[in-house]
C-alpha cells in the first residue's frame, strides 16, 4: 500500500478464455521499452542494465515481448499457463469503470498484475533472477495495457472475434491493433521510437480520483477509447488509418513515459 501510494503519487479476466493475438506485436512492445528506456533516471538506469546482464542485453526492448514469447517453450508452459489471464482485462460494461470482484475476480487481470510485479520488482531483498522476471512481466504489461482492445468491454474476446478487412485481405480488430497500424509507418521499432520520441514528453490525461492505483485509470482509458475504433462495415480503410494511427502512436508515447516513471521511482536509490 506505501509503495501504491507514493508510485500514485509519481504519476499524478475476466474473460472465460484469453485473447490469443498479441498486445502491440514485438514492434509496439519494443517502442514502449525503448521509449521507457530513453528517460530513465541515472539510478534506475544503472540497477535496469545491472538485471537485464542476466539475460546478456542492455535493452528494455529485448525483453519486452518475453511474456508472449514464453507461449511457445515448452518449459515456460507452467508459467505461461499461470500468467495468461493477467495480459488483459474485461470491464463486461460499457460504463469503463473498474470494479473489481467483477472486471477481476481473484486478481487474475492486468490492472492487478502490474502492481504485484512493481512490488517484486522494488524488493532489493528478492533474487536478481526473481526480479529481473519482474522486470520483463511489467515493461511487457504497461505496453499491454496501453493496447485498447486488451481493456474493452464487448463480448468478442478483445475485437479477435471481430472480422475486418485489411489492406485487401481478411483480419481481425484486435490484430489490426496489435501490429496492423503501426506496420503502416513502415519502421523498424529503434526509428519508431526516435521518431515518437522527437515529439517531446507524451501530455497525459489529468488523474482521476482515487490515485491509490493509477493502472485503473490507465485501463480505463484504453476501454474508452474502444467504443471509438471499431470500423464501420468491418473494413479498415485509410480513412480509419489516418484518424486511428494517430490514437495508437499517443497510446505507445503515453505507455513510454508511465513505464519510465514507474521504473524510475521502483529502481530509485535504496
Avoid at 39 to 56: M, Q, T, Y
Avoid at 104 to 127: F, H, M, T, W
Avoid at 199 to 224: F, M, T, Y
Avoid at 232 to 257: C, F, N, T, W
Amino acid at each position: 500500500m506505501f509503495f501504491a501510494r507514493r508510485l500514485a503519487a509519481a504519476l499524478f479476466t475476466a474473460l472465460a478464455v484469453a485473447p490469443a493475438a498479441y498486445a502491440w506485436g514485438p514492434l509496439g512492445h519494443s517502442v514502449v521499452a525503448e521509449l521507457a528506456q530513453r528517460h530513465l533516471s541515472p539510478a534506475a538506469e544503472a540497477e535496469v542494465e545491472r538485471l537485464l546482464a542476466l539475460d546478456h542485453t542492455k535493452s528494455l526492448a529485448d525483453i519486452a515481448s518475453w511474456p508472449d514469447e514464453i507461449r511457445n517453450d515448452p518449459k515456460q508452459q507452467a508459467l505461461w499457463k499461470e500468467t495468461r489471464p493477467l495480459h488483459y482485462i474485461d470491464f463486461r460494461d460499457p460504463s469503463c469503470k473498474y470494479v473489481p470482484p467483477r472486471d477481476c475476480k481473484n486478481g487474475q487481470c492486468v490492472v492487478e498484475a502490474i502492481p504485484r510485479y512493481v512490488a517484486i520488482l522494488s524488493d532489493r531483498s528478492q533474487p536478481d533472477e526473481v526480479r529481473l522476471k519482474a522486470l520483463k512481466f511489467v515493461v511487457h504489461f504497461i505496453g499491454d495495457l496501453h493496447q485498447p482492445l486488451h481493456a474493452g468491454y464487448r463480448d468478442d474476446a478483445g475485437g479477435n472475434a471481430y472480422q475486418v478487412q485489411f489492406q485487401g485481405q481478411g483480419s481481425n480488430l484486435h490484430r489490426v491493433w496489435d501490429s496492423g497500424l503501426l506496420s503502416t509507418r513502415g519502421l523498424d521499432w529503434k526509428a519508431y521510437a526516435k521518431r515518437l520520441d522527437a515529439e517531446g514528453a507524451a501530455p497525459l490525461p489529468q488523474p482521476i480520483a482515487p490515485l491509490d492505483k493509477p493502472v485503473v485509470q490507465w485501463a480505463e482509458e484504453s476501454c474508452q477509447i474502444t467504443r471509438d475504433i471499431y470500423p464501420a462495415g468491418h473494413k479498415i480503410d485509410q480513412a480509419y488509418i489516418d484518424a486511428e494511427l494517430p490514437v495508437a502512436d499517443s497510446r505507445l508515447r503515453e505507455a513510454g513515459r508511465r513505464l519510465a516513471e514507474v521504473l524510475n521511482l521502483a529502481l530509485q536509490n535504496g
